[in-house]
T-cell receptor, first 118, second 112 residues
């Protein structure tokens, strides 16, 4: 099966500019996640969608970050305006479902978008 | 706040050595523990463990979970240069809002 697709792979912008990332999950995966991975750190969850609804966005800096998954398939993550500390790799992941109480499912990651803010 | 701590943070070995990577955690409503391998790209899934004491194996890699002591280990035997990567431990917690919390990772370097 095709993996998680992300674009662009790399992006360089100046601070205060805006940027958008796109993700297409594995077909049939209901749950989609956006993570931020700063150099030397593990991925940090920004937002989790179940179909087109938000399940958890508690760590999303909502003053500058926004995300949507309008039709329950692909998703976009936007940063406006960007700050220097937003330089990171933005990873999208998907899983069949969050697991509920039956069994947790593994998450599969896309290649990521490396963002550099200058 | 959920916490996942990996040790060591970095490790340098020679080909053929055996390594053990550690992951300890403190989370509410534990559901699973996952290991990922990350080279210069996205993390790739290795194992998911949900029960204590049951070893999962894949080739030269194996992992086990201790839910009483709240830790897991990842063993790699007969290491190869291709094993050089960051190994990430993640703990899944929650019910309908099941999510992963990642550790900082262990950077493994295998020298020829």
């Amino acid at each position: 099966e095709a993996g998680v697709a992300q674009s662009p792979r790399y992006k360089i912008i100046e601070k205060r500019q805006s940027v958008a990332f796109w993700c297409n999950p594995i077909s049939g995966h209901a749950t989609l996640y956006w993570y931020q991975q700063i150099l030397g750190q593990g991925p940090k969850l920004l937002i989790q969608f179940q179909n087109n609804g938000v399940v958890d966005d508690s760590q999303l800096p909502k003053d500058r970050f926004s995300a949507e998954r309008l039709k329950g398939v692909d998703s976009t993550l936007k940063i406006q305006p960007a700050k220097l500390e937003d330089s990171a790799v933005y990873l999208c992941a998907s899983s069949r479902n969050p697991g509920g109480w039956e069994r947790p499912y593994e998450q599969y990651f896309g290649p990521g978008t490396r963002l550099t803010v200058t | 706040e959920d916490k996942v701590v990996q040790s060591p943070l970095s490790l340098v070995v020679h080909e053929g050595d055996t390594v053990t990577l550690n992951c300890s955690y403190e989370v509410t409503n534990f559901r699973s523990l996952l290991w990922y391998k990350q080279e210069k790209k996205a993390p790739t899934f290795l194992f998911m463990l949900t029960s204590s004491g049951i070893e999962k194996k894949s080739g030269r890699l194996s992992s086990i979970l201790d839910k009483k002591e709240l830790f897991s280990i990842l063993n790699i035997t007969a290491t190869q240069t291709g094993d050089s990567a960051i190994y990430l431990c993640a703990v899944g917690s929650g019910g309908s809002n099941y999510k992963l919390t990642f550790g900082k990772g262990t950077l493994l370097t295998v020298n020829p």
